[in-house]
T-cell receptor
Framework: AQSVTQPDIHITVSEGASLELRCNYS??????LFWYVQSPGQGLQLLLK??????LVQGIKGFEAEFKRSQSSFNLRKPSVHWSDAAEYFC????????????FGAGTTVTVRA | DAGVIQSPRHEVTEMGQEVTLRCKPI?????LFWYRQTMMRGLELLIY????????DSGMPEDRFSAKMPNASFSTLKIQPSEPRDSAVYFC???????????????FGPGTRLTVL
């Protein structure tokens, strides 16, 4: 069965510091991979996605993620965090098939301190 | 462009009452998903439709929950009767048809915060 693990429930980072959020998946084959962000009281917004090709993916708001097949990981990074990046981040995977379901991780809450 | 529209944004009701949540997907999208988000269980897929047909409702908690999609631009999620444990944020998401391959990018609405007293 497919699963998505986000090992860190909560991360606190200083404004201007770098950020890395971890995501590991368990899947029969290389899935489609996504990172979503949810600001308080809002819906989920797509940050970036990986389907194929270059394993380093650029997204919105200065985020990037790197797909590592050997580690079944898709970690999200940002070189310099802004206070507005405080939110909850979800990693999700979807199958390369006619099944349109996504499996979401439990989420990582990011707090940014001044 | 208008995103996924959900109504109401907030709903407070009493136990035993019927609750209907509404969703308008993005025009041209042919897949629609209903999710429930709680602190305890995170984000759970309840049901999804493809071309207005329910494909997988295995996530629907019990018979009190039902969902319909009478046309490509409207879907409802109904809870009858509602219970306090149904209190959660309910999200609707839609997804466009695949193009040049298969993919699952979903666009989320702002959610409906349901409180059952």
């Amino acid at each position: 069965a497919q699963s998505v693990t986000q090992p860190d429930i909560h991360i606190t980072v200083s404004e201007g510091a770098s950020l890395e959020l971890r995501c590991n998946y368990s899947y029969g084959a290389t899935p489609y991979l996504f990172w979503y962000v949810q600001s308080p009281g809002q819906g989920l917004q797509l940050l970036l996605k990986y389907f194929s090709g270059d394993t380093l993916v650029q997204g919105i708001k200065g985020f990037e993620a790197e797909f590592k097949r050997s580690q079944s990981s898709f970690n999200l990074r940002k070189p310099s965090v802004h206070w507005s990046d405080a939110a909850e981040y979800f990693c999700a995977v979807g199958p390369r098939s006619n099944d349109y379901k996504l499996s979401f991780g439990a989420g990582t809450t990011v707090t940014v301190r001044a | 462009d208008a995103g996924v529209i959900q109504s109401p944004r907030h709903e407070v009701t009493e136990m035993g009452q019927e609750v209907t949540l509404r969703c308008k997907p993005i025009s041209g999208h042919n897949s629609l998903f209903w999710y429930r988000q709680t602190m305890m269980r995170g984000l759970e897929l309840l049901i999804y439709f493809n071309n207005n047909v329910p494909i997988d409702d295995s996530g629907m908690p019990e018979d009190r929950f039902s969902a319909k999609m009478p046309n490509a631009s409207f879907s409802t999620l109904k809870i009858q009767p509602s219970e306090p444990r149904d209190s959660a944020v309910y999200f609707c998401a839609s997804s466009p048809p695949p193009s040049g391959g298969l993919y699952n990018e979903q666009f989320f609405g702002p959610g409906t915060r349901l409180t059952v007293l």
